[in-house]
């Protein structure tokens, strides 16, 4: 098995492509190992992993607030855990991210979803609910119960939304997806795998079934790529097929490598709480020892750049988040974030810029704010 797994991750590694906006995230569990792995696959892009701190005061952004003079916050809330978060569009504003209880989020690309909307809660642009959740929350169990009386999603304007993946310490799974107005929920119970693309799982789980690793009747090849559905079908035979071995992190990258090889990896161990990543641009795995990161209060805000030319264990590189470096991000993330070409160069950019820096200059300016 090992060496027909291994033939198949050098053939995938040289000959798979992809279309854009292709995630892939699993969550490797048993006994000893409690592992995630996430495949980022969409294009190269700039970006910042931040050590978040806990106990900062905070309120929401929706983009609403980004795009207009009305700055008034409708949420305050106040950090509760640490977090290492990989950020695209800026300090608070991340795509994934663990918190320092193990509690992991990932947002990744569905065309299906909508808009769930509570009149009695604040709206918060996307990205900050991923924050939001592990500021608050260190269970899947957490997260799912406060669903409904948390803040609504915001999107970007008239773009398709995503749906999340969650796990925890405990080796606790689930999905989050909004449809047609609701929030849809699956956990454990409901996910004979811990795994997500860029279909509904029920969709992708269902297809899966006729293949005969699952007892379907049509034989399963491994080096079918033509659809997005084919990553979670390797995915999903690899982990099926996972003998502990002491050796669970690297068969989480083979994992990812098997499936595609994203612009940003990440693999994390909860159980040491290590966190691996790569970037298409800067291929070497570096180490970030999440014990070891400093989330007090008075800590100043610290990121290292996606790309790094850090080798090693890189808790050392991390540098000082200043309002200025932040506005880089923001300035180079926002337009690919968006995918919208025009928005780069709009007047409405200019304000989002403008907005971004007064709502979190007083944070990043002073660690006792």
Not at 33 to 53: A, D, L, Q, S
Not at 158 to 183: C, E, M, P, R
Request: glycine letters at 6%; hydrophobic letters at 35%; a positive charge.
């Amino acid at each position: 098995m090992k060496i027909f797994l291994l033939r198949h991750i050098i053939i995938f590694a040289v000959l798979y492509s992809l279309q854009s906006q292709a995630c892939s995230a699993f969550l490797l569990t048993g006994k000893n190992y409690n592992i995630i792995g996430f495949n980022e696959n969409w294009k190269t892009m700039p970006g910042m992993i931040v050590v978040n701190r806990r106990n900062v005061d905070k309120r929401n952004v929706s983009w609403q607030n980004l795009t207009t003079d009305q700055l008034q916050p409708h949420q305050q809330w106040t950090s509760k855990f640490g977090s290492v978060t990989f950020n695209l569009l800026g300090y608070d504003f991340p795509c994934y991210g663990v918190n320092e209880k193990g509690l992991f989020l990932v947002e990744l690309y569905l065309e299906e979803t909508s808009k769930v909307y509570h009149p009695k809660q604040a709206n918060m642009f996307w990205a900050q609910w991923i924050q939001y959740q592990l500021d608050n929350y260190k269970t899947v169990k957490e997260v799912i119960n406060h669903l409904n009386n948390g803040p609504n999603i915001d999107w970007w304007p008239n773009a398709a939304g995503s749906h999340f993946f969650v796990t925890d310490a405990a080796g606790n799974s689930a999905t989050i997806a909004l449809l047609n107005g609701k929030y849809r929920v699956l956990t454990n119970k409901d996910m004979p795998m811990p795994l997500l693309c860029n279909n509904q799982y029920q969709k992708d789980l269902t297809a899966a079934k006729k293949f005969d690793f699952l007892g379907g009747h049509e034989k399963f090849d491994f080096e079918q790529s033509k659809k997005w559905e084919d990553r979670y079908n390797r995915a999903y035979y690899m982990l099926k097929n996972y003998t502990y071995d002491k050796k669970p992190l690297d068969y989480a990258w083979n994992i990812l490598n098997s499936i595609h090889p994203g612009e940003w990896q990440t693999v994390i161990d909860t159980k040491t709480m290590n966190l691996y990543f790569r970037s298409d641009l800067k291929k070497e795995i570096k180490t970030i020892d999440i014990r070891k990161l400093d989330f007090s209060k008075n800590a100043a805000v610290k990121y290292l750049d996606i790309h790094s030319d850090e080798t090693g264990l890189v808790n050392g590189g991390f540098q000082n988040l200043t309002v200025e470096k932040n506005n880089e991000y923001v300035e180079k993330g926002f337009p690919i974030g968006y995918d919208n070409k025009e928005f780069a160069n709009s007047s409405l950019f200019e304000k989002v810029k403008k907005n971004i820096a007064l709502f979190f200059s007083s944070i990043l300016l002073n660690p006792e704010t």
